[in-house]
Structure formats: structure tokens, C-alpha cells
């Protein structure tokens, strides 16, 4: 069962702040997060492996409740470059190893200037 | 040659042909994945390998036959394709609960 992505859309002025939201209604080994712009390949941002975990580096970073299984991202003033759509991929408690991701639909994220 | 290169990058087949893509990864990980993404869907996983085994299969239809003869390369060979199997196939490549780098993709368009 695929996670849920909200919002589905969001336009942004150039500095402003954006949340991205992901929630599973199963138990949560991880969450990963990736960036794709047209017509390329899904670009990594983050992973986030433990409970209560909270990852960053510039201006994005991302947080993880395991107990109420969501994950959001966050993005602060932001930039030109951050347009695209962001995925959040997961992997359920009972994996660990290689597990292939199961996917959100995607949150689509314009940036104007 | 750095990361994860996929060829070809774009293809166009009939129902009745058969055709494979190739995926190889050059950053020393030993799982492998296929992905699909449709135009309206979110990203599917398709076939997981991890050491050249395959440790998971999305319940894809038997036209698509997966391949791993190590593990830097991946194939996906088809066949007997429907329309709706047009899609950008996606591999990917990671190390055990690391982060997955992603190839570039092929674009498949089933005529």
C-alpha cells in the first residue's frame, strides 16, 4: 500500500517555505526522499532509518515520527532549483537488507520568482 | 564511468517484438532494482536482486523477464508488450538500507 503525499501541488515565491507531507498506514523500517525534475531520474535527498529522527543539509532537511509512521520534508528559503516533484519512497518494518521502495504519487513543488 | 547508466535511452517496439534493457552501475553496490513509472502513476517497483538473487517480484506479468548475471549489470528483457506497458522503466542501485542512485531511464513506447 503506497504512502500518501500531501499536498499534491504547491507554488511557492522564491525564499518561502514548504512542507511536504508523507503518512503510512503500515509500520516504517525507513523513509527516503527524492527530487525529480522533467525528463530526468529520481535525485536522493535523504534517508531516515530511526524513529524521532531528524536529517538536514543547506536548507533542506526531513523528519521522521515512527510511531505515527509519517515523514515530512521541509524546504526553507527556497530556490529557483528546488521545482520539481518530490517523492517519499518507504520501506516497511519487516524489511531491512535490500528492499525495494514503494512510492508516494508525488508532490509537485513550482518555485517563482 | 561513474554511477548508473541505462540503455537504451529511448525505445520503440511492436507488440510482437522482443527487446531487452540494460542497466549498470559502476559505484560497487550489490542490490538492484527495476522501477516503472507511467504517466500517471507513482513510481513502481518491479524486481528487487541483491547479490545477483532475486529477492522480490511486484507481482509483474511474465512478459517482462528480469536478469541479473552480477552484480553491476541488470537486464529486463520483453516481450509480447500491450500499449499500456509504454512507460519510463527506471533502474536503480544501492548498498543493503542505503540510499538507491537511480539510472536515467528508457523510455518505452509500445506501438
Known amino acids: 500500500q503506497q504512502p500518501v503525499q500531501s499536498p499534491q501541488a504547491v507554488i511557492l515565491r522564491e525564499g518561502e517555505d514548504a512542507v511536504i507531507n508523507c503518512s503510512s498506514s503500515k509500520a516504517l523500517y525507513s523513509v527516503h526522499w527524492y527530487r525529480q525534475k522533467h525528463g530526468e531520474a529520481p535525485v536522493f535527498l535523504m534517508i531516515l532509518l530511526k524513529g524521532g529522527e531528524q536529517k538536514g543539509h543547506d536548507k533542506i532537511s526531513a523528519s521522521f515520527n515512527e510511531k505515527k509512521q509519517q515523514s515530512s520534508l521541509y524546504l526553507t528559503a527556497s530556490q529557483l532549483s528546488y521545482s520539481g516533484t518530490y517523492f517519499c519512497g518507504t520501506v516497511s518494518v519487516s524489511g531491512g537488507g535490500a528492499d525495494g521502495l514503494t512510492f508516494g504519487k508525488g508532490t509537485h513543488l513550482i518555485i517563482q520568482p | 564511468e561513474t554511477g548508473v547508466t541505462q540503455t537504451p535511452r529511448h525505445l520503440v517496439m511492436g507488440m510482437t517484438n522482443k527487446k531487452s534493457l540494460k542497466c549498470e552501475q559502476h559505484?560497487?553496490?550489490?542490490?538492484m532494482y527495476w522501477y516503472k513509472q507511467s504517466a500517471k502513476k507513482p513510481l513502481e517497483l518491479m524486481f528487487v536482486y541483491n547479490f545477483k538473487e532475486q529477492t522480490e517480484n511486484n507481482s509483474v506479468p511474465s512478459r517482462f523477464s528480469p536478469e541479473c548475471p552480477n552484480s553491476s549489470h541488470l537486464f529486463l528483457h520483453l516481450h509480447t508488450l500491450q500499449p499500456e506497458d509504454s512507460a519510463l522503466y527506471l533502474c536503480?542501485?544501492?548498498?543493503?538500507?542505503?540510499?538507491?542512485?537511480f539510472g536515467p531511464g528508457t523510455r518505452l513506447t509500445v506501438l
Open positions: 559505484l560497487g553496490h550489490n542490490a
Open positions: 536503480a542501485s544501492s548498498h543493503p538500507d542505503r540510499e538507491q542512485f
